[in-house]
């Protein structure tokens, strides 16, 4: 087992970033989208165009990005996008307008029942995905694009307490140890005749055979702790304010990536609640393309 | 064995916070890609036994900290990116069962392990209808979906990795506890 950092040093402009100006350009986004509820096809392009600069600005390569753009697609596509489509369900009350063209019906075989699709049905599940999109990719980004070693400080800079921040910081720094703790007690115990592959037997068994993997590395990372406990209060740890290594500093682009985040949640939130704007519809030449 | 107040956040609850992070997250990385089998689309994570532990054994800022970082680790490295809402509901999943770490003076007595895997099971479903009830919001999907495609496959899977793994590693930490004196 290899736990390696898909960090790599790039020279984008999407690195070129303060890491508290990307997580708060993210929760911006989020929030956007969230808080006041947003459906409007015109937003929910805006934004995922948005999003989709970052993820293509951000230039990672395709052999590195395709694996977990599989699993992401999945999820979206299949259940989000399929839940829209013939559920209609999770979104406004609107998308079940019953007055909607019907576009064709899916019969439960050996029933009379069926689930039937409607124009705003397909509509809505297009929204949804480009919706979640719009979160994610700007997530999916960060582990190839934020170095590991600058967490703690930017937590630390944003607010967060000492504590917390060191929490995170030595939760990246243990990472690699425990991931090499399990390859070295999985080859121990496979050399005395532990077939991890071959996990026969039912459920319970199955689970229980996982024990002289998982039990060795747990024991012995309580071990490691209290050493560490001991060498962090020898420091004096906690007893004052703690200095950090690495220093952050805002370029002006920060300020003005940040200012385009909080413009784009107060954009959203005024439109939604000062104009009503930004609730479901289906556009006319959506439905005037489909049926005439 | 256990003497330290509840909510007290020192330097061990720091170590072993962090400490509970790395290993879920590591755990968890290994299962998203290569996960047990089970019904339906339950997966079983072997790593949520270990979360729920570590709040058992060293409180609920622990179970907390291990539970939130943890989960944002394991999505990270495998790449899914962070998902806050998930990441909160792992946090609860291991700060619920850090609760009764006070009333849990021996790591083998049978009433002891039966009482944390209780707590347990109360953390997963606190825990776990927290992250899919905000789904609701984050990823649009309604009350259904969120009920029975979300929360019961999670509730199921974790308990029973829990009900397993759990006796084993507090009976196991009982020995290693008293070998070491503290």
């Known amino acids: 087992m290899l736990v390696t950092w898909k960090y790599r040093p790039r020279n984008t402009f999407i690195q070129s970033l303060d890491p508290r100006t990307r997580f708060i350009l993210l929760a911006c986004t989020i929030f956007a989208l969230t808080i006041p509820d947003i459906w409007d096809y015109r937003i929910l392009v805006s934004l995922f165009l948005l999003s989709l600069t970052q993820f293509l600005l951000?230039?990672?390569?395709?052999?590195?990005?395709?694996?977990?753009?599989?699993?992401?697609?999945?999820?979206?596509?299949?259940?989000?996008?399929?839940?829209?489509?013939?559920?209609?369900?999770?979104?406004?009350?609107?998308?079940?307008?019953?007055?909607?063209?019907?576009?064709?019906?899916?019969?439960?075989?050996?029933?009379?029942?069926?689930?039937?699709?409607?124009?705003?049905?397909?509509?809505?599940?297009?929204?949804?995905?480009?919706?979640?999109?719009?979160?994610?990719?700007?997530?999916?980004?960060?582990?190839?694009?934020?170095?590991?070693?600058?967490?703690?400080?930017?937590?630390?800079?944003?607010?967060?307490?000492?504590?917390?921040?060191?929490?995170?910081?030595?939760?990246?720094?243990?990472?690699?140890?425990?991931?090499?703790?399990?390859?070295?007690?999985?080859?121990?115990?496979?050399?005395?005749?532990?077939?991890?592959?071959?996990?026969?037997?039912?459920?319970?068994?199955?689970?229980?055979?996982?024990?002289?993997?998982?039990?060795?590395?747990?024991?012995?990372?309580?071990?490691?702790?209290?050493?560490?406990?001991?060498?962090?209060?020898?420091?004096?740890?906690?007893?004052?304010?703690?200095?950090?290594?690495?220093?952050?500093?805002?370029?002006?682009?920060?300020?003005?990536?940040?200012?385009?985040?909080?413009?784009?949640?107060?954009?959203?939130?005024?439109l939604k609640w000062g104009f009503g704007i930004g609730g479901f519809f289906v556009p006319d030449f959506f439905t005037k393309v489909l049926v005439g | 064995m256990n003497n330290n107040s509840t909510w007290e956040f020192g330097t061990r609850q720091v170590v072993y916070g962090a400490i509970g992070a790395a290993l879920y997250g590591a755990l968890s990385w290994a299962t998203n890609f290569f996960p047990l089998p089970a019904a339906g689309n339950i997966t079983f994570r072997p790593a949520v036994a270990v979360l729920i532990f570590f709040g058992v054994a060293y409180g609920p800022i622990v179970g907390l900290l291990a539970g939130f970082i943890g989960n944002t680790l394991g999505d990270l490295i495998s790449g899914f990116g962070f998902y806050w809402n998930w990441s909160l509901g792992n946090g609860l999943m291991g700060m619920i069962p850090g609760l009764v770490m006070a009333s849990i003076t021996d790591f083998k007595a049978r009433s002891q392990i039966i009482k944390a895997v209780g707590w347990g099971a109360l953390g997963i479903a606190v825990g776990m209808l927290f992250a899919s009830l905000t789904e609701m919001f984050t990823g649009g999907i309604d009350l259904n979906t969120a009920l029975v495609g979300y929360f019961v496959p999670a509730f199921l899977g974790n308990f029973i990795v829990t009900a397993i793994l759990l006796p084993i590693l507090m009976i196991a930490f009982a020995g290693v506890a008293a070998r070491r004196g503290r």
């Open chain 1, 58 to 270: 951000a230039r990672i390569e395709w052999k590195d990005i395709r694996r977990p753009l599989f699993f992401i697609s999945i999820l979206v596509f299949l259940i989000v996008g399929l839940n829209g489509l013939l559920s209609g369900r999770g979104g406004p009350s609107s998308v079940d307008d019953p007055n909607s063209p019907i576009l064709f019906q899916v019969l439960i075989p050996g029933t009379a029942w069926g689930v039937t699709v409607t124009i705003s049905k397909l509509w809505f599940a297009m929204n949804q995905v480009i919706r979640i999109l719009s979160m994610a990719l700007p997530a999916i980004l960060i582990p190839y694009s934020m170095d590991p070693n600058i967490y703690g400080t930017a937590f630390k800079r944003m607010g967060v307490s000492d504590k917390i921040s060191f929490t995170t910081d030595l939760a990246f720094r243990f990472l690699p140890t425990f991931a090499r703790d399990l390859t070295i007690t999985m080859d121990a115990q496979r050399a005395r005749g532990y077939e991890m592959d071959k996990l026969k037997g039912g459920v319970v068994a199955r689970i229980q055979r996982l024990a002289p993997l998982v039990i060795p590395v747990t024991m012995q990372s309580t071990v490691t702790g209290e050493e560490v406990i001991d060498a962090m209060d020898l420091r004096a740890f906690g007893t004052a304010p703690r200095t950090w290594l690495k220093e952050l500093h805002y370029a002006p682009r920060d300020y003005a990536v940040i200012g385009l985040g909080v413009a784009i949640f107060i954009t959203c939130c005024v």
